[in-house]
């Protein structure tokens, strides 16, 4: 490949990067973007482009076993451990760096997720941790404490006796700390989380009605906390929509 050819790929590479972050998010659009060639270079070899640009986003579905939700999972649970996966994936940082994290999901969903992940890594969407509940001993409080973003979790819905669609990798919870679950009076759990409650604030990792995330869990037919009316689940997307 001739130098021209290649500083003709980075620059279309870059014309798609530009038109990706115009999705109209208003307040939360992203300024950065990857780096690219400068435009008075054309006579000087490129450099390596394994430098200037982010990781590709990658993944991987794999089974889960028993040891790997210790604590998570019990017999008892509404769906057996060979109905879930565990996906290894890419994800943007709030330190605006690739990172590789774990989610657990419910087996029928699993590609689906990886094709919503994969967008929101491509716009460049922040998460800040990406890990399963197990870390956190099956403790959904001390996860949504850590902003831990994450999905399957054999409980019970939030203040009912039913089964919450986490318990069947049905659901996934994203940036919980900038997108609390609100109480229909207005209680939020975690105090460092509280003044989320204002959703006009302006932090890349509020999800916003329309925005890039809800867009992406849309194309899945996947739908919003953030709709309910009374309480609010900011955090929560379903494929049930509860
Ligand atoms: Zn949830």
């Known amino acids: 490949m001739s130098a021209t050819t290649l500083f003709g790929t980075v620059l279309t590479a870059a014309v798609l ?3 990706a972050g115009c999705g109209g998010e208003g307040g939360t659009t992203r300024t950065e973007s990857p780096p690219t060639a400068p435009p008075t270079s054309a006579g000087a ?4 482009t394994s430098a200037q640009r982010p990781a590709e986003f990658t993944s991987k579905i794999e089974n889960v076993s028993r040891s790997m939700l210790r604590y998570s999972w019990r017999p008892g649970c509404p769906v057996p451990l060979s109905s879930l996966r565990r996906i290894e994936m890419t994800y943007w940082g709030f330190d605006k760096k690739p990172h590789t994290g774990h989610l657990v999901v419910n ?6 997720l990886v094709k919503v992940f994969r967008r929101l890594y491509e716009q460049r969407y922040p998460i800040q941790r990406m890990e399963p509940v197990d870390v956190y001993k099956g403790s959904d409080f001390d996860s949504i404490e850590a902003n831990n973003t994450s999905a399957f979790n054999c409980r019970q819905a939030t203040g009912s006796g039913n089964w919450s669609q986490h318990a069947y990798g049905l659901a996934v919870d994203i ?12 209680y939020v759990a975690h105090k460092h989380c509280v003044k989320y409650r204002n959703r006009n604030l302006d932090h890349p990792a509020l999800i916003k009605p329309g925005d890039k995330v809800v867009r992406a869990f849309a194309s899945i037919g996947w739908n919003w906390g953030g709709t309910w009316s009374g309480t609010k689940d900011y955090q929560h997307f379903s494929s049930s929509g509860r």
Do not use: E, F, I, M
């Open 107 to 112: 087996a029928g969903s699993a590609g689906d």
């Open 175 to 186: 940036n919980p700390c900038q997108n609390p679950y609100v109480t229909a009076s207005g």
């Open 17 to 19: 990067v530009t038109a």
């Open 45 to 48: 070899p490129p450099t390596p």
